[in-house]
C-alpha cells in the first residue's frame, strides 16, 4: 500500500495562495493516478482534482477551475496542489489519495473505503 504525507497547510487571507505537497512512498507512484479531496466541517468529503500516471492529464472540480493547478514530480515521488485566489470557502482539510483501481479521470468517484490517503492537512481562508 502506498503511504501519503501531506503538507503546506496553512492560514491565507482571501485572495492569497498555497501550495500542498503530497509525497508518496513506494515504487510505483509513477503508475498511480493521484488525487486531492477537500472536506469542510459538516460536509462530505469532495473531488478537488487528479493527475494521470502517464501524460499527467488534470481533471479539476468546477468549483477550481481556473484557481487550482495539479501536477506531479515522479522524480520526486510527489503531487502538488497549487492553490491561488483562495476564498473562504476553500477551507478544509485537504487528503492526497490514490488507488490503482482508478484512472484520474474516474478518481473523483474514490471513497474512503478503499485506496489510500493522507492523514490530510488543514487549509483556513480568512475573509
Known amino acids: 500500500q502506498v503511504q501519503l504525507v501531506e503538507s503546506g497547510g496553512g492560514l491565507v487571507q482571501a485572495g492569497g495562495s498555497l501550495r500542498l505537497s503530497c509525497a508518496a512512498s513506494?515504487?510505483?507512484?509513477?503508475?498511480?493516478?493521484m488525487g486531492w479531496f477537500r472536506q469542510a466541517p459538516g460536509k462530505e468529503r469532495e473531488f478537488v482534482a487528479s493527475?494521470?500516471?502517464?501524460?499527467?492529464?488534470?481533471y479539476l472540480a468546477d468549483s477550481v477551475k481556473g484557481r487550482f493547478t495539479i501536477s506531479r514530480d515522479n522524480a520526486k515521488n510527489t503531487v502538488y496542489l497549487q492553490m491561488n485566489s483562495l476564498k473562504p470557502e476553500d477551507t478544509a482539510v485537504y487528503f492526497c489519495?490514490?488507488?490503482?483501481?482508478?484512472?484520474?479521470?474516474?478518481?473523483?468517484?474514490?471513497?474512503?473505503?478503499?485506496?489510500?490517503w493522507g492523514q490530510g492537512t488543514q487549509v483556513t481562508v480568512s475573509s
Open positions: 489519495a490514490t488507488s490503482q483501481w482508478f484512472t484520474a479521470q474516474r478518481l473523483r468517484y474514490m471513497t474512503t473505503s478503499g485506496g489510500s
Open positions: 493527475i494521470s500516471a502517464g501524460d499527467g492529464t488534470a
Open positions: 513506494g515504487r510505483t507512484f509513477s503508475t498511480y493516478a
